[in-house]
């Protein structure tokens, strides 16, 4: 079946430092691709979207690019803020319109 | 603010109590969805409704029964919940139907079964 695959947490970086959190899916036909991020005590919350091979979402400065050699759609951004300490979740919509959800993955920016 | 909003925020319960969760969405959209999030878990997606017509149920447990009265709100009804039920219950909203659309997130019910 359907599902993602993110990397497992938590993350700990400093300000400024580049981060990289990896999902890798598995899905037939061609899924849209979504980022969502979870502040502490709220629900999620849409970071950015794909929704075809080669798409790079972006928003906030994080950026995610479709990848379909490799299924992968790695969430990126060059610079963490403290502000970005969240649980970032990676997901995909088939063409059935289902929604699977990784597991989440958990950073923490320190000063 | 997404535009979803759930009540209660936090309930604590008893395995014999019986409490509703709530859901509105001001979005205007048509389908809507409750997820368990648990920790360390996949968001594990419990209900879907479209046009007010349930279109999935994923093999949830009796002791969870979902109503969708109108597009705007959606209801988890509990009764006689087990302690492994305690997790943050998510309701979501989109359009209905299609490719590539997004789901609202509100920010979820935290529930505790003693």
């Known amino acids: 079946g359907d599902s993602v695959t993110q990397m497992e947490g938590p993350v700990t970086l400093s300000e400024e430092a580049f981060l990289t959190i990896n999902c890798t899916y598995t899905?037939?036909?061609?899924?849209?691709l979504f980022w969502y991020v979870q502040y502490p005590g709220e629900g999620l919350q849409l970071l950015l979207k794909a929704t075809k091979a080669d798409d790079k979402g972006s928003n906030k400065g994080f950026e995610a690019t479709y990848r379909k050699e490799t299924t992968s759609f790695h969430l990126e951004k060059g610079s963490v803020q403290v502000s970005d300490s969240a649980v970032y979740f990676c997901?995909?919509?088939?063409?059935?319109?289902?929604?699977?959800f990784g597991t989440g993955t958990s950073l923490t920016v320190i000063p | 603010e997404t535009g979803v909003t759930q009540t209660p925020r936090h309930l604590v319960m008893g395995m014999t109590n019986k409490k509703s969760l709530k859901c509105e969405q001001h979005l205007g959209h048509n389908a809507m969805y409750w997820y368990k999030q648990s920790a360390k878990k996949p968001l594990e997606l419990m209900f879907v409704?479209?046009?007010?017509?349930?279109?999935e149920n994923n093999s949830v447990p009796s002791r969870f029964s979902p109503e969708c009265p109108n597009s705007s709100h959606l209801f988890l009804h509990l009764h006689t919940l087990q302690p492994e039920d305690s997790a943050l219950y998510l309701c979501?909203?989109?359009?209905?139907?299609?490719?590539?659309?997004?789901?609202?997130f509100g920010p979820g019910t935290r529930l505790l079964v003693l």
């Open positions: 979501a909203s989109s359009l209905g139907g299609g490719q590539g659309e997004t789901q609202y």
């Open positions: 997901a995909l919509l088939n063409t059935g319109n289902q929604f699977y």
């Open positions: 899905a037939t036909g061609y899924p849209s």
């Open positions: 409704y479209n046009f007010k017509e349930q279109t």
